[in-house]
């Protein structure tokens, strides 16, 4: 049996175990862990083992991952969510559609903090929801934009699933984290014109609100100033080359548990659940990080990356035709699975792939250009039907409104997210641009 | 048997907590190399070192209470959709799977414990041991495992408490 002939028996065998609902790290461990048995016989494997998983864990690169979720269960605990959407109310809640807007405009902010769409969005609603059922909006819109704001976090950085994503196609995290600004910006300038579409043709789905007077947007602004502080640093940190992206998440991750500590909401109970709920998420990543590392030396070892590198650049296909395929995979898989499992179960299929075609661009500005557009792609899945995940949880928060009117209302979210995909695959340099110019 | 259940979660809580308190102090100590190398140009010597094998105890920690609070994602689209005994088979499936893995990787981890003991492997700078984080591993990896072989056995023992 050919080495290409193993690969493949690998691949449908990894699909078999995930249609029948094995967690994917599991799938992935038992695949990778049999293929490599197979390729190198038991000796090498059960010799690999003794201390693979030491190395796996024992990365400092990788810490940033832990950290940035802690940092983003503080900023959940702090309260922090209703002051950002305060201000982004006072600020837009007068327009038409405006506290819809300004329910977004809040994700995006929350989303710089925190770095998880589930709970951006999670968050974001408990404080938003009440207030739209205030102003009488109408469920569909409600729904739509907080479940589609949510998805903005995994473009502004620090974002986990970005971070993910230059771990597996082993790009540079700082300069990921420069490439997602404008495309993130771009999104929610997009959702926001989404919302002003919307209410220009249904004037009655979003009713304008109170307008604020300037004491009160002064007051707002006030408020949330610890928060623009702590994004500036971290952020502004890490593109300046100040920090490096694991310092830069441990500031993170201590402004907020400062920042959640002195509102005086993180007592010992409070510190106690956010360790646990990033410790969940941690330990899910790192495990499918352990599963993808035995899968790449199964893979690595059938030589079927080359294969499918070669194939791709040989087939005459148009690189661009490709790529759309490829984005229609992750469109698909979205519906169906979490975006952290998926990226790294396809990037070591697809990025070989990528990487065979000539964009015409160097192999750097490739990666940071098809992972951006990729991001997009899959978070557009978290609000797909039939999973959508982030709908699930905004229907949780508002139960009277039936899932159907939020699948329709995430419609014009979805139809400006691929106005975006389009612009970004057309234009590469409004994602190249900045960490070009950062250099 | 529900007794024991009970153990596993607090068991895996301690672990989960302890993990939690090595990242808290893993990033006060990172938080305090910046500002030493700010204020006195003097950062912590090393520190990436204890960041990295920190962070291994710590996710080695994390990955009992990840699995009994089933924190490992699945593709639950085809199979949420058949009788409920099927589900329950792939459940039983999936644990022991999981389990017997788990146990591979506590036994191999042993190994890997008293080669790097023995080698006397330290880090780079600081030249601590790294057998250091081993006995975490092989101590969360069996949690690990007879977790997922306890959920196993009681799926099998009590269908209708699932």
Redesign the interface.
């Known amino acids: 049996m050919s080495s290409v002939q193993l690969a493949l028996i690998g691949l449908a065998a990894l699909i078999g175990l995930?249609?029948?609902?094995?967690?994917?790290?599991?799938a992935m461990?038992?695949v990778g862990?049999f293929g490599y048995v197979a390729l190198s016989g038991f000796d090498p494997v059960?010799d690999y083992?003794?201390?693979?998983?030491?190395w796996q864990?024992?990365?400092?690169e990788?810490?940033v991952i832990?950290?940035f979720l802690?940092m983003g269960e503080f900023a959940s605990r702090s309260g922090l969510s209703r002051s950002l959407f305060g201000a982004a109310n006072v600020f837009l809640g007068h327009r038409r559609g405006g506290v819809a807007m300004a329910a977004v405009g809040g994700c995006g902010a929350f989303g710089a903090i925190c770095g998880s769409s589930l709970a951006t969005a999670g968050t974001m609603a408990r404080v938003a929801i009440p207030e739209l059922e205030r102003y009488r909006y109408s469920g569909s819109l409600a729904t739509g934009a907080l479940a589609a704001g949510g998805t903005l976090g995994i473009l502004i950085p620090p974002s986990v699933a970005l971070i993910i994503y230059a771990i597996a196609v082993q790009a540079n995290i700082v300069q990921m984290f420069q490439a997602a600004l404008i495309p993130g910006i771009l999104g929610l300038v997009g959702y926001l014109a989404a919302i002003s579409i919307w209410v220009h043709f249904f004037p009655e789905s979003g009713p304008v609100g109170a307008r604020a007077s300037t004491a009160e947007r002064l007051q707002a602004l006030i408020e949330t100033w610890p928060t623009i502080l702590l994004f500036v640093v971290v952020i502004g940190g890490i593109y300046f080359g100040i920090?490096d992206p694991?310092?830069g998440a441990?500031?993170g991750?201590?402004g907020a548990?400062v920042l959640a500590f002195w509102k005086g909401r993180l007592d010992l109970g409070g510190l106690?659940s956010?360790?646990?709920d990033?410790?969940?998420?941690?330990?899910?990543i790192?495990?499918i990080l352990l599963g993808a590392g035995f899968l790449n030396i199964f893979m690595a070892l059938t030589g079927v990356a080359d294969q499918l590198s070669q194939l791709a650049a040989n087939s005459g296909l148009n690189p661009y035709l490709i790529l759309i395929l490829l984005l229609l995979v992750y469109l698909l898989l979205g519906c169906?699975?979490?975006s952290?499992?998926m990226i790294f179960l396809t990037i070591p299929i697809f990025w070989p792939i990528m990487a065979g075609l000539d964009f015409g661009m160097p192999e750097a500005d490739l990666k940071m250009w098809f992972g951006i557009v990729t991001l997009i792609v899959v978070e557009a899945g978290l609000i797909t039907p039939?999973?959508g995940i982030n709908v699930l949880i905004i229907n949780h928060h508002a139960p009277n409104v039936p899932m159907r009117d939020t699948f329709r209302g995430v419609t014009p979210f979805l139809l400006s997210g691929l106005v975006r995909v389009a612009l970004l695959i057309l234009i590469p340099p409004i994602t190249l641009f900045l960490p070009h110019l950062l250099l | 048997m529900k007794g024991f259940s009970k153990q596993l979660h607090k068991l895996s809580s301690v672990f989960a907590i302890a993990g939690g308190t090595t990242l808290i102090i893993l990033i006060t100590l990172v938080v305090t190399s910046i500002i030493g190398r700010a204020v006195f140009s003097r950062p912590v010597p090393g520190d990436f070192e204890i960041v990295a094998v920190g962070t291994a105890i710590s996710v080695f920690l994390f990955l009992p209470y990840c699995y009994l609070q089933r924190g490992n994602v699945a593709v639950d689209i085809f199979i949420s959709r058949m009788p409920s005994w099927v589900q329950r088979a792939m459940d039983i499936l999936a644990a022991v799977l999981f389990g017997f893995i788990a146990g591979l990787f506590a036994w191999r981890t042993v190994y890997g414990f008293s080669d790097t003991f023995n080698n006397e492997d330290i880090s780079m700078i600081l030249g601590f041991p790294l057998w250091l984080a081993y006995p975490f591993g092989i101590a969360s990896f069996m949690l690990l495992s007879v977790s997922c072989f306890y959920t196993a056995i009681a799926a099998l023992r009590e269908p209708d408490n699932e």
């Open positions: 995930l249609v029948i609902r094995i967690p994917v790290a599991i461990l038992t862990i059960l083992m003794k201390t693979a998983a030491f864990f024992a990365s400092y990788f810490s832990p950290m802690l920090f694991t310092e441990a500031v991750a201590f548990g106690v956010c360790i646990k990033a410790a969940k998420i941690t330990g899910m790192f495990l169906l699975m979490d952290l499992a039939p999973v």
